[in-house]
């Protein structure tokens, strides 16, 4: 047998060898690996010897091939005679040469992958097939799909059910679903169910459909065999033609063609099919998420599930041997035949699942075809649905709903199946949450979650949720965050370790800020490389991204008038220097990080926030801004960061993306300052200019003017804080005549002419006290007065205050500059018109002296830099504002002119220049109506429209220059002076547009005297050629049609295509000039703020005193308090959380305005009604569960009666075969189960299938024919092992469906001992402990024992694990131990005539003795698998050493 499959493998070889080398080179550089690697992993078979079977009227051999099918190998001569055909010898391997992709033509041109396999292929294979080379991503569920092969209709409400809860589960979990791949029975479901799916979601990813199906049953299976595959195949579904062959589904993705050799025999595929199952159950889930998500020891296998519809014998082989593999199993009510047969028992004890009413079942099911199964069919299909039904852990009834409304959908049922499964797989562990856990958000199912895991039975702590929080996260599944934060994750426990913070940007998604921060690592790593070189520092090992390098990037975004959010990294130097040279530096080093880390104070909600909004995912944002504290900042600091990555990318959808969520945050923020602002005002502008220091300390005004965040800016509430500021000491309420007169008469405000806002606030307190006062004399309450007196420390301003206040307020600086500006003109223009002489006059000095003051104030203005934006980025944002261009531009314009004026040449062009910069500093007079809130919108829209202007200008040149030349040309002729020829080509044609209309262009109107005849009068034009009768002969006609189409053009279509674009760019931009103007208010207002009182020429007495005070006497300039204060940790504890109280409100009320829309009740009442539904439907399925549990209980009441009735004398008759069983509710219950099950233990053979009513010896059983088998690796020959001995030997717990001595080395009873060594764990007796033995491979515990021949001695086998001291020792004490208890055991190596006793020892040890010394060494040195283990019900032990386990906890009157 060995040379016949050495033989085979050498052929297969030479045939991978011979097909490799016949290759063609593919002109596709992606075919060719994949052929490549198909013909050198994967074969199909072939029969190798052609020999007729007689059993068929045609040509056809035994593998069923006909004899043109076989190669010319194969085929022999007729009067061959030298062997006969066998299986296993003539089918052999060679490369598969059916592979590729399968057309299958029609609407849609569905394409498909396709491969012939041979039936002996590894599934490892398989699936690297499926991953690898057809580019699968791993599932993260395998659904089996198995039922009726043929003819199956379904009810429509069942199969429309069954199609969308499919595809359902499939789609949300990203699994793989499996089936025959055949276009008939539950395989068309399953593709019909992918079409619809296709058909109605063409832009999310397609669902798996793996067709694992028979090659020797495919219909058309010649139009896929091609030896180098085919790329496509086009494969026709021929279902009439079809015979008892099958088609391929047309809508299955992919397909396993499944070759054993032979012809015509279907289920070939099931086996490997199996296989290929299994392989994919031990992958572990989840391979998207790191290693640092789960740790390897706490992986989770991908969970397999089978669902059955309908179905015969195979279909409930399939779920038979599926849930003795722990899979979970799905069948739906309501499909037919085996599937219904299943329900209707299913919830029945397994006492009441009798071979007579499967009968009655199969009958009423299978309708004919119930004829055809035997008496020994059924009692196998008995046996196979009592075990089913005992796994009732693994077994889910679907039954669909008669409408949408009600019930569980199938994919829920799915879902629960597996949970169900797993929860009771390792709740003896404790562990099965978190399994369950780990499927659900890798299913993301958090519907599931909800229900199944996060109940009320279980208390969550946070650590044992932080790393599924790690899995949502990454995984990018916003709902699971929620849930989880919901369910006791603390977020500030979660990113307390910098090391978590860091894995989350380490594993972001692929997106542009990730781009970004792998270039700052890269360009950080080759620095710090420089720098080592000097400094020797050292940077740990196997960090790539830290958050020194997030904070960077960051600051880059938000602007560098912020500050680090993140602490710089701990620098660790190599002390290779003295002591003395380093102690000094050393100190100072970490007196600064001390301070930077008490500084960037660390929130977990802003951290998070951060981390969601660099990757633009808005849902996990939006979770992530609700669990900031400082929310406010953290909106605007994300419309920030959003709009500057936003600017930076060079993606074409990514932009917009991210502006709509910057916009979003804007929302945001706006409607939570709202609600700030509607409940307290000066809470509110508190928090627009406290420095935030979650945010580079930097303030919320600043951020959303950096952010442009023009509606935030346009809010009441910061236009109030704005005027505030720009009133400065005085009131809002003051009128603007007032203030000019108080600015020339300022004694008068010393006589309340002009209100202060001291004065103000002041008079409110005053009113408050009175109404306190009043409330006083009502309720008696002092406490509230003297509370509130406390807090009143308001002082009325002295004169000097007044005085100060008043000329150092914004506003009447800003009156100040504007009399002084005008004033400033009129000197000029006096200049300019009346005084300009040769030597400068005094008023022309003066003039130049007031010039120089306005230049020391535009050279202060650069450089006043008091948010820290640095010299490049302020000059930057000087040079954009258009007043600042204009200033310059009259600066520059009037030192040109002064230079030409000083000079006798340039006198005169000197004063022209100085002309055109008066026409700019009058332009630039506009400026003061910016304050306007009438005149400054106005002159928004007036910028608008000169751009607008400026563009349209090009098209008016066209016409301009066109219509100018061509006149031109055509009137004169040869005209050299360039003066004339602009004049006639472009001044005159541009003049008609305004009604200035040519005399030259009409013969009538003439005149010789006005032109020059050959151009040599500069005053004159020159005439245009002329006639002998002095008349201009050029065409008159065409020069006046010229003109008219120029009028039509220019003066009617261009002139109004310039209004009506003025009139859309006013429409346009009239609803935003307000926010606009708002906006570009607080430059003005932030300008005269820190512009110094007096105005111009005065300012340069300011001017001086700055200078001193910075270049002599080194003194800082004070800092502003207005736009940014800096509040106590105290008050600014409380401001934000009232910030964070009033965000809750925000939310709140968003909540409900959605809620009440009318696109919200319908769906919300469609909700209700399924709610009360789906509750209905659990009331009546516990009324059911009710009536069942009284029906058992009326049963066990019953079988109770039995022994009553035994006690009367008993004849020797047997009863009868209907005669009922005589087991008690306990055997049902687990005893004698193991005995019978089918498949015997580690082997090929099959017990006779016994129904529990057969298994007591005292029940009749005509048909049991047990099978005989007795191993060869027994202990030699047992005493009474012959056959003929067999009757003295009966198995007491009744009939096992074998017969002999089986695996076991005896007939009869073979003992065995399981020894409990226990011991108090302290002298106090509190906890009792026993002595386990730890399987390495299976990680399970078990009680020290084996087989014995005797009950004298310890096992044998358990020197070997004890050592031969130990052994001895404990060997010894036997005789002290205790007998807790013995007799039959429910072991699976039970036959008929061989079965297990066991007796169970206890030897308690003395803590003091010497044994209990040997075993604590052999423990403690780890060199053994023993274990000390608590007595206790949570430990992992089979079920028949836990009972033992609490009989000795009984024996010793301690908790189990």
Same mark, same amino acid.
């Given at each position: 047998?060995?040379?016949?499959?050495?033989?085979?493998?050498?052929?297969?070889?030479?045939?991978?060898?011979?097909?490799?080398?016949?290759?063609?080179?593919?002109?596709?550089?992606?075919?060719?690996?994949?052929?490549?690697?198909?013909?050198?992993?994967?074969?199909?078979?072939?029969?190798?010897?052609?020999?007729?079977?007689?059993?068929?009227?045609?040509?056809?051999?035994?593998?069923?091939?006909?004899?043109?099918?076989?190669?010319?190998?194969?085929?022999?001569?007729?009067?061959?005679?030298?062997?006969?055909?066998?299986?296993?010898?003539?089918?052999?391997?060679?490369?598969?040469?059916?592979?590729?992709?399968?057309?299958?033509?029609?609407?849609?041109?569905?394409?498909?992958?396709?491969?012939?396999?041979?039936?002996?292929?590894?599934?490892?294979?398989?699936?690297?097939?499926?991953?690898?080379?057809?580019?699968?991503?791993?599932?993260?569920?395998?659904?089996?799909?198995?039922?009726?092969?043929?003819?199956?209709?379904?009810?429509?409400?069942?199969?429309?059910?069954?199609?969308?809860?499919?595809?359902?589960?499939?789609?949300?979990?990203?699994?793989?679903?499996?089936?025959?791949?055949?276009?008939?029975?539950?395989?068309?479901?399953?593709?019909?169910?992918?079409?619809?799916?296709?058909?109605?979601?063409?832009?999310?990813?397609?669902?798996?459909?793996?067709?694992?199906?028979?090659?020797?049953?495919?219909?058309?299976?010649?139009?896929?065999?091609?030896?180098?595959?085919?790329?496509?195949?086009?494969?026709?579904?021929?279902?009439?033609?079809?015979?008892?062959?099958?088609?391929?589904?047309?809508?299955?993705?992919?397909?396993?063609?499944?070759?054993?050799?032979?012809?015509?025999?279907?289920?070939?595929?099931?086996?490997?099919?199996?296989?290929?199952?299994?392989?994919?159950?031990?992958?572990?889930?989840?391979?998207?998420?790191?290693?640092?998500?789960?740790?390897?020891?706490?992986?989770?296998?991908?969970?397999?599930?089978?669902?059955?519809?309908?179905?015969?014998?195979?279909? !409930?082989? &399939? $779920?038979?041997? @599926?849930?003795?593999? %722990?899979?979970?199993? #799905?069948? *739906?009510?309501?499909?037919?035949?085996? /599937?219904?047969?299943?329900?209707?028992?299913?919830?029945?004890?397994?006492?009441?699942?009798?071979?007579?009413?499967?009968?009655?079942?199969?009958?009423?099911?299978?309708?004919?075809?119930?004829?055809?199964?035997?008496?020994?069919?059924?009692?196998?299909?008995?046996?196979?649905?009592?075990?089913?039904?005992?796994?009732?852990? !693994?077994? &889910? $009834?679907?039954? @669909?709903?008669?409408? %949408?409304?009600?019930? #569980?959908? *199938?994919?829920?049922?799915?879902?629960? /199946?597996?949970?169900?499964?797993?929860?009771?797989?390792?709740?003896?562990?404790?562990?099965?949450?978190?399994?369950?856990?780990?499927?659900?958000?890798?299913?993301?199912?958090?519907?599931?979650?909800?229900?199944?895991?996060?109940?009320?039975?279980?208390?969550?702590?946070?650590?044992?949720?932080?790393?599924?929080?790690?899995?949502?996260?990454?995984?990018?599944?916003?709902?699971?965050?929620?849930?989880?934060?919901?369910?006791?994750?603390?977020?500030?426990?979660?990113?307390?370790?910098?090391?978590?913070?860091?894995?989350?940007?380490?594993?972001?998604?692929?997106?542009?800020?990730?781009?970004?921060?792998?270039?700052?690592?890269?360009?950080?790593?080759?620095?710090?490389?420089?720098?080592?070189?000097?400094?020797?520092?050292?940077?740990?090992?196997?960090?790539?991204?830290?958050?020194?390098?997030?904070?960077?990037?960051?600051?880059?975004?938000?602007?560098?008038?912020?500050?680090?959010?993140?602490?710089?990294?701990?620098?660790?130097?190599?002390?290779?220097?003295?002591?003395?040279?380093?102690?000094?530096?050393?100190?100072?080093?970490?007196?600064?990080?001390?301070?930077?880390?008490?500084?960037?104070?660390?929130?977990?909600?802003?951290?998070?926030?951060?981390?969601?909004?660099?990757?633009?995912?808005?849902?996990?944002?939006?979770?992530?801004?609700?669990?900031?504290?400082?929310?406010?900042?953290?909106?605007?600091?994300?419309?920030?960061?959003?709009?500057?990555?936003?600017?930076?990318?060079?993606?074409?959808?990514?932009?917009?993306?991210?502006?709509?969520?910057?916009?979003h945050f804007e929302d945001r923020a706006i409607g939570v300052f709202s609600k700030c602002y509607n409940s307290d005002e000066v809470r509110a502008q508190k928090l627009l200019v406290r420095i935030s220091r979650l945010w580079g300390k930097t303030t919320?005004?600043?951020?959303?003017?950096?952010?442009?965040?023009?509606?935030?800016?346009?809010?009441?509430?910061?236009?109030?804080?704005?005027?505030?500021?720009?009133?400065?000491?005085?009131?809002?309420?003051?009128?603007?005549?007032?203030?000019?007169?108080?600015?020339?008469?300022?004694?008068?405000?010393?006589?309340?002419?002009?209100?202060?806002?001291?004065d103000e606030l002041i008079q409110r307190e005053t009113e408050k006290n009175e109404e306190i006062k009043t409330v006083e004399k009502v309720t008696g309450s002092i406490m509230m007065i003297n509370v509130h007196r406390s807090k009143l420390n308001v002082e009325p301003l002295g004169c000097w205050s007044r005085l100060v206040g008043l000329y150092c307020s914004p506003r009447v600086k800003f009156y100040g500059n504007i009399v002084s500006y005008f004033a400033f003109l009129f000197l000029f223009a006096y200049v300019l018109m009346i005084d300009f002489q040769r030597t400068p006059s005094i008023a022309e000095q003066v003039l130049y002296i007031w010039l120089f003051t306005l230049v020391c104030e535009e050279i202060r203005q650069l450089f006043y830099d008091p948010d820290g934006f640095g010299f490049r980025k302020k000059a930057k944002r000087y040079i954009h504002e258009m007043w600042n261009i204009l200033d310059v531009i009259s600066i520059l314009l009037f030192c040109l002119g002064i230079a030409f004026r000083l000079t006798t040449q340039l006198f005169y062009p000197g004063k022209v220049i100085l002309c055109i910069d008066f026409v700019v500093f009058c332009l630039r007079l506009m400026a003061i109506f910016t304050i306007s809130r009438i005149l400054g919108p106005k002159i928004i829209i007036v910028r608008k429209m000169m751009r607008d202007m400026f563009f349209f200008m090009f098209l008016l040149s066209i016409w301009v220059v066109a219509y100018g030349v061509a006149k031109q040309g055509i009137l004169i002729e040869n005209d050299n002076r360039l003066d004339w020829i602009m004049r006639g080509a472009i001044y005159e044609p541009y003049l008609i547009i305004f009604g200035n209309f040519p005399e030259n262009i009409d013969n009538a109107k003439f005149d010789i005297k006005s032109c020059s005849m050959n151009g040599t009068d500069p005053l004159k034009p020159k005439c245009p050629k002329l006639n002998k009768s002095q008349m201009p002969v050029f065409p008159e006609w065409l020069t006046i049609v010229m003109l008219c189409v120029y009028l039509l053009f220019a003066n009617i279509l261009l002139l109004n295509l310039l209004i009506a674009i003025f009139n859309y760019t006013f429409e346009e931009v009239h609803d935003n000039t307000d926010k606009i103007w708002k906006f570009q208010r607080y430059e003005l207002i932030k300008e005269y703020y820190s512009r110094p009182a007096a105005p111009p020429p005065f300012i340069i007495f300011s001017h001086l005193y700055l200078f001193i005070r910075k270049m002599v006497l080194f003194k800082a300039p004070t800092p502003s308090t207005e736009f940014k204060k800096q509040l106590n940790p105290i008050e600014e504890e409380e401001l934000l959380s009232w910030e964070a109280l009033m965000k809750d409100r925000y939310l709140l009320s968003a909540r409900q305005e959605k809620s009440q829309s009318m696109e919200r009740c319908i769906p919300d009442t469609s909700q209700k009604v399924t709610t009360l539904t789906e509750r209905m439907e659990k009331l009546e399925e516990q009324v059911t569960q009710s009536n069942k549990s009284l029906q058992r209980i009326e049963d066990i009441l019953k079988s109770l009666v039995a022994p009553a009735k035994e006690t009367q004398p008993q004849t020797s008759t047997m009863p009868d075969e209907s005669s009922n069983s005589l087991r008690t509710a306990e055997e049902e219950d687990g005893f004698h189960v193991k005995s019978h099950q089918l498949q015997f233990p580690d082997s090929k053979i099959k017990r006779f299938p016994v129904p529990e009513e057969k298994v007591p010896w005292e029940v009749s059983f005509s048909s049991y024919m047990p099978t005989y088998y007795s191993s060869e690796d027994g202990n030699g020959r047992a005493e009474g092992s012959g056959p003929e001995d067999l009757d003295n030997y009966r198995n007491p717990g009744g009939r096992t469906g074998i017969g002999g001595r089986g695996t076991l080395s005896r007939l009869g009873p073979n003992l065995n001992l399981d020894l409990v060594v226990t011991r108090w764990r302290d002298s106090a007796r509190s906890e009792l402990e026993f002595l386990a033995v730890l399987n390495q491979n299976q990680r399970s515990l078990a009680l020290p024992g084996g087989p014995v021949d005797s009950l004298d001695h310890l096992p044998g086998n358990l020197k070997g694990i004890l050592g031969k001291k130990l052994f001895e020792a404990l060997d010894a004490k036997v005789s002290e131990g205790v007998k807790v208890s013995e007799g039959y055991v429910d072991d699976c190596r039970n036959t008929d005539n061989a079965w297990v006793e066991t007796t169970v020892l206890n030897i308690h040890l003395d803590i003091a003795s010497q044994v209990m010394v040997d075993i604590n060494n052999m423990v403690i040195s780890g060199d053994s698998c023993l274990q000390w283990q608590e007595v206790s019900s949570r430990i992992r032990l089979s079920p028949n050493q836990r009972r033992s386990l609490q009989q000795v906890a009984e024996l010793h009157n301690t908790k189990f």
């Amino acid at each position: 047998m060995k040379r016949d499959e050495l033989q085979s493998q050498l052929d297969h070889f030479l045939a991978i060898k011979t097909a490799c080398q016949r290759l063609p080179i593919y002109p596709s550089f992606q075919r060719s690996p994949f052929t490549l690697w198909i013909k050198e992993n994967v074969s199909k078979k072939e029969c190798s010897f052609f020999q007729r079977d007689p059993r068929c009227k045609e040509q056809l051999c035994h593998c069923g091939y006909s004899k043109s099918d076989h190669t010319d190998e194969a085929i022999k001569p007729e009067d061959f005679t030298g062997e006969t055909w066998d299986k296993a010898k003539h089918i052999r391997k060679v490369p598969t040469d059916a592979f590729g992709d399968i057309s299958f033509g029609g609407l849609g041109q569905k394409t498909s992958k396709y491969v012939r396999v041979s039936a002996d292929t590894e599934a490892e294979v398989l699936y690297e097939l499926l991953t690898q080379q057809w580019k699968l991503s791993p599932p993260n569920l395998l659904i089996s799909v198995t039922g009726g092969a043929k003819n199956l209709n379904l009810k429509p409400q069942l199969q429309k059910t069954f199609r969308r809860g499919l595809i359902k589960v499939a789609q949300t979990t990203g699994a793989w679903v499996i089936t025959g791949g055949t276009h008939s029975g539950v395989m068309m479901h399953v593709g019909q169910a992918v079409r619809e799916y296709a058909l109605s979601n063409t832009m999310q990813g397609q669902v798996v459909a793996i067709g694992v199906a028979t090659w020797g049953v495919i219909h058309n299976r010649d139009k896929l065999v091609h030896e180098d595959g085919c790329f496509p195949a086009n494969y026709v579904i021929d279902t009439q033609g079809q015979g008892n062959m099958a088609c391929l589904d047309n809508n299955h993705t992919h397909f396993l063609l499944v070759d054993d050799g032979t012809n015509g025999h279907y289920n070939v595929e099931n086996e490997l099919r199996g296989k290929l199952e299994k392989y994919i159950s031990g992958k572990n889930l989840g391979n998207k998420v790191s290693s640092m998500t789960i740790p390897a020891t706490q992986t989770t296998k991908i969970p397999v599930v089978c669902v059955a519809l309908e179905g015969g014998s195979g279909t !409930l082989d &399939t $779920i038979y041997n @599926a849930m003795r593999n %722990d899979t979970p199993c #799905v069948i *739906l009510e309501g499909s037919g035949r085996i /599937a219904d047969v299943i329900t209707q028992v299913f919830g029945k004890p397994v006492s009441q699942i009798t071979i007579t009413l499967i009968h009655k079942l199969m009958k009423k099911f299978f309708g004919q075809e119930y004829k055809t199964f035997t008496e020994q069919k059924i009692i196998e299909f008995t046996k196979q649905i009592q075990d089913i039904i005992r796994m009732s852990h !693994l077994l &889910t $009834i679907f039954k @669909a709903s008669k409408d %949408d409304q009600g019930g #569980v959908d *199938l994919d829920v049922a799915i879902l629960q /199946a597996l949970l169900k499964a797993s929860k009771t797989i390792e709740s003896q562990r404790g562990e099965s949450w978190k399994r369950q856990l780990k499927l659900a958000i890798a299913w993301n199912r958090v519907d599931l979650a909800k229900t199944e895991i996060f109940t009320e039975q279980r208390m969550w702590k946070s650590s044992e949720l932080h790393e599924f929080m790690t899995s949502a996260l990454v995984g990018n599944k916003p709902e699971f965050v929620n849930l989880l934060l919901e369910n006791g994750v603390c977020l500030r426990d979660y990113l307390k370790n910098d090391d978590t913070l860091c894995g989350l940007y380490k594993q972001l998604p692929n997106c542009f800020f990730l781009y970004k921060l792998a270039k700052r690592v890269k360009l950080a790593d080759s620095s710090n490389r420089r720098q080592a070189l000097g400094q020797r520092v050292r940077v740990p090992a196997g960090v790539n991204i830290s958050l020194t390098h997030v904070s960077d990037e960051v600051r880059h975004l938000l602007g560098r008038f912020t500050q680090d959010i993140y602490p710089p990294s701990d620098m660790i130097y190599q002390l290779d220097m003295s002591t003395e040279d380093i102690s000094s530096s050393v100190s100072k080093d970490q007196d600064l990080l001390r301070q930077n880390r008490a500084e960037a104070q660390r929130d977990p909600g802003r951290d998070l926030f951060l981390w969601a909004i660099i990757q633009s995912n808005k849902h996990l944002s939006e979770i992530a801004w609700d669990q900031c504290r400082d929310c406010i900042s953290a909106a605007l600091a994300a419309s920030k960061i959003l709009k500057k990555m936003a600017e930076e990318s060079i993606d074409a959808d990514e932009p917009q993306e991210m502006l709509e969520l910057a916009s979003h945050f804007e929302d945001r923020a706006i409607g939570v300052f709202s609600k700030c602002y509607n409940s307290d005002e000066v809470r509110a502008q508190k928090l627009l200019v406290r420095i935030s220091r979650l945010w580079g300390k930097t303030t919320c005004l600043r951020l959303a003017l950096e952010a442009n965040d023009k509606n935030f800016v346009a809010q009441s509430g910061v236009q109030a804080l704005l005027t505030q500021i720009w009133c400065g000491e005085l009131s809002v309420e003051n009128p603007v005549w007032r203030v000019l007169v108080c600015m020339v008469f300022f004694p008068l405000i010393y006589t309340r002419f002009v209100v202060f806002r001291r004065d103000e606030l002041i008079q409110r307190e005053t009113e408050k006290n009175e109404e306190i006062k009043t409330v006083e004399k009502v309720t008696g309450s002092i406490m509230m007065i003297n509370v509130h007196r406390s807090k009143l420390n308001v002082e009325p301003l002295g004169c000097w205050s007044r005085l100060v206040g008043l000329y150092c307020s914004p506003r009447v600086k800003f009156y100040g500059n504007i009399v002084s500006y005008f004033a400033f003109l009129f000197l000029f223009a006096y200049v300019l018109m009346i005084d300009f002489q040769r030597t400068p006059s005094i008023a022309e000095q003066v003039l130049y002296i007031w010039l120089f003051t306005l230049v020391c104030e535009e050279i202060r203005q650069l450089f006043y830099d008091p948010d820290g934006f640095g010299f490049r980025k302020k000059a930057k944002r000087y040079i954009h504002e258009m007043w600042n261009i204009l200033d310059v531009i009259s600066i520059l314009l009037f030192c040109l002119g002064i230079a030409f004026r000083l000079t006798t040449q340039l006198f005169y062009p000197g004063k022209v220049i100085l002309c055109i910069d008066f026409v700019v500093f009058c332009l630039r007079l506009m400026a003061i109506f910016t304050i306007s809130r009438i005149l400054g919108p106005k002159i928004i829209i007036v910028r608008k429209m000169m751009r607008d202007m400026f563009f349209f200008m090009f098209l008016l040149s066209i016409w301009v220059v066109a219509y100018g030349v061509a006149k031109q040309g055509i009137l004169i002729e040869n005209d050299n002076r360039l003066d004339w020829i602009m004049r006639g080509a472009i001044y005159e044609p541009y003049l008609i547009i305004f009604g200035n209309f040519p005399e030259n262009i009409d013969n009538a109107k003439f005149d010789i005297k006005s032109c020059s005849m050959n151009g040599t009068d500069p005053l004159k034009p020159k005439c245009p050629k002329l006639n002998k009768s002095q008349m201009p002969v050029f065409p008159e006609w065409l020069t006046i049609v010229m003109l008219c189409v120029y009028l039509l053009f220019a003066n009617i279509l261009l002139l109004n295509l310039l209004i009506a674009i003025f009139n859309y760019t006013f429409e346009e931009v009239h609803d935003n000039t307000d926010k606009i103007w708002k906006f570009q208010r607080y430059e003005l207002i932030k300008e005269y703020y820190s512009r110094p009182a007096a105005p111009p020429p005065f300012i340069i007495f300011s001017h001086l005193y700055l200078f001193i005070r910075k270049m002599v006497l080194f003194k800082a300039p004070t800092p502003s308090t207005e736009f940014k204060k800096q509040l106590n940790p105290i008050e600014e504890e409380e401001l934000l959380s009232w910030e964070a109280l009033m965000k809750d409100r925000y939310l709140l009320s968003a909540r409900q305005e959605k809620s009440q829309s009318m696109e919200r009740c319908i769906p919300d009442t469609s909700q209700k009604v399924t709610t009360l539904t789906e509750r209905m439907e659990k009331l009546e399925e516990q009324v059911t569960q009710s009536n069942k549990s009284l029906q058992r209980i009326e049963d066990i009441l019953k079988s109770l009666v039995a022994p009553a009735k035994e006690t009367q004398p008993q004849t020797s008759t047997m009863p009868d075969e209907s005669s009922n069983s005589l087991r008690t509710a306990e055997e049902e219950d687990g005893f004698h189960v193991k005995s019978h099950q089918l498949q015997f233990p580690d082997s090929k053979i099959k017990r006779f299938p016994v129904p529990e009513e057969k298994v007591p010896w005292e029940v009749s059983f005509s048909s049991y024919m047990p099978t005989y088998y007795s191993s060869e690796d027994g202990n030699g020959r047992a005493e009474g092992s012959g056959p003929e001995d067999l009757d003295n030997y009966r198995n007491p717990g009744g009939r096992t469906g074998i017969g002999g001595r089986g695996t076991l080395s005896r007939l009869g009873p073979n003992l065995n001992l399981d020894l409990v060594v226990t011991r108090w764990r302290d002298s106090a007796r509190s906890e009792l402990e026993f002595l386990a033995v730890l399987n390495q491979n299976q990680r399970s515990l078990a009680l020290p024992g084996g087989p014995v021949d005797s009950l004298d001695h310890l096992p044998g086998n358990l020197k070997g694990i004890l050592g031969k001291k130990l052994f001895e020792a404990l060997d010894a004490k036997v005789s002290e131990g205790v007998k807790v208890s013995e007799g039959y055991v429910d072991d699976c190596r039970n036959t008929d005539n061989a079965w297990v006793e066991t007796t169970v020892l206890n030897i308690h040890l003395d803590i003091a003795s010497q044994v209990m010394v040997d075993i604590n060494n052999m423990v403690i040195s780890g060199d053994s698998c023993l274990q000390w283990q608590e007595v206790s019900s949570r430990i992992r032990l089979s079920p028949n050493q836990r009972r033992s386990l609490q009989q000795v906890a009984e024996l010793h009157n301690t908790k189990f």
